[in-house]
């Protein structure tokens, strides 16, 4: 009786020094994240400042610079004379409304065709070589993310030969379907290296008694790939769709090399052809231009920073 009252006391005792350490360690780690955070702020607070100031441009009479914020005069002229094809606002009309949605429709289209290829290819391969021991694996994963330290611009004059060579077994009458695939393929292979690498460590986390057990039960190889394992594997599918989809918005050098010369214009290459001449262009309406370039990767961004934590945190083991 008596061994059993110390006990409680003991343990009553114990119990507010277990929750102190976990509060002291509760507040370190509090105070940890507020450096981080700080630091992290301090350090994009430029980025963030050009980003504002050009979105201001785009509704002032003048591109704004910082001190000039307040005297400036705000309206939405300048988006109208962008989507009116009115690159100044004496200049007559260099292009209609209907031109302009076709080149957002282009530039849709390549950044989600990047995002299926890339998606399609990373995940296949990435299941391989987590699930599959064969010869050669390891050298064949270093040698893959070896060709992900290769620039674009590096690889640009031969990927443009095999462009040339092949255009004279296209047919004319799907020449445009041809290239927009081209260009397609040939930029979602700069993003397909790391991307395979990022689903390796997803798929690497999951254990593979979880897929042993559904195929014990009478399950498939495709049918448990499908059902089981890639639901778990959501946030990592998530993130390079997000990577896949911005460098596919974003990109000038292959839209440029083949789809521009061949008169289809991107976002991309339609700023570049505003901001040309840059003594005769009006700049406000640049600066709209710009804005309407940028929108889609900033919602990107603030709509997705979970899934980019959590694929950035996925290990790859070999």
Known sequence: MASSILSRMFRRKAKPKVEQLRDVETIKRRRLNAVIGIAVGLATLPLVALY?????????????????????????TNWKLLFQGKLEPAAGRLYDLRELIMIIVNTFIVALGVTVAVVLISVMAGYAFSRMKFRGRVGLMEFIILLHAFPGVALIIAVY????????AVPKDVLTEYRFLYTILARASLEIPMSIWLMKGFFDRIPWEVEWSAMVDGASRIRVWRQIVLPQIKPGIAAISIFAFLAGWEDLIYVHVFLYTGGIKTLATFLEEVIGNIETTYLPI???????????????????Q???LEAMSGGVKA
């Open 286 to 304: 640049a600066a709209a231009a710009g804005t309407l370039y940028l929108i889609p990767t900033i919602v990107f961004f603030v709509l997705t």
């Open 52 to 76: 504002l100031l050009l979105a201001l441009s785009s509704f002032a009479d003048r591109i704004v610079t910082g001190p000039d914020i307040i005297e400036a005069e705000y309206s939405t």
């Open 306 to 308: 979970k899934l980019l």
């Open 161 to 168: 030969a095999i462009y040339v060579w092949s255009l004279g």
